[in-house]
């Protein structure tokens, strides 16, 4: 199956949901290549970059599952390369 690579883009805004969201993460783990967070904390916001290496169906399971949670929103970037 043809991988690709991608950023997720995460931002916290639900500080309560930080654990759930360190959950997934810690799930999809092996396919994450590297992570950055900023914490923001005069707005109370947290932003985490996210770039992974994964078939497109992981990638937007991972996605999905990041954005279905209160306070909690996720966007994908993906690259135009596969990378096979």
């Not at 993460?25 to 109370?44: A, D, S, T």
């Amino acid at each position: 199956m043809e991988t690709r690579i991608a950023l997720v883009g995460i931002i916290v805004e639900n500080l309560e949901k930080v654990e759930e969201v360190n959950h997934i993460l810690h799930e999809y783990g092996k396919f994450i290549v590297g992570r950055m967070g900023l914490p923001i904390r005069e707005h109370g916001v947290n932003i985490i970059s996210i770039v992974v290496e994964a078939d497109s169906n992981t990638i937007n399971s991972l996605s999905g599952k990041l954005g279905m949670l209160e306070g909690i929103s996720a966007k994908t970037v993906y690259s135009k390369a596969g990378t096979n």
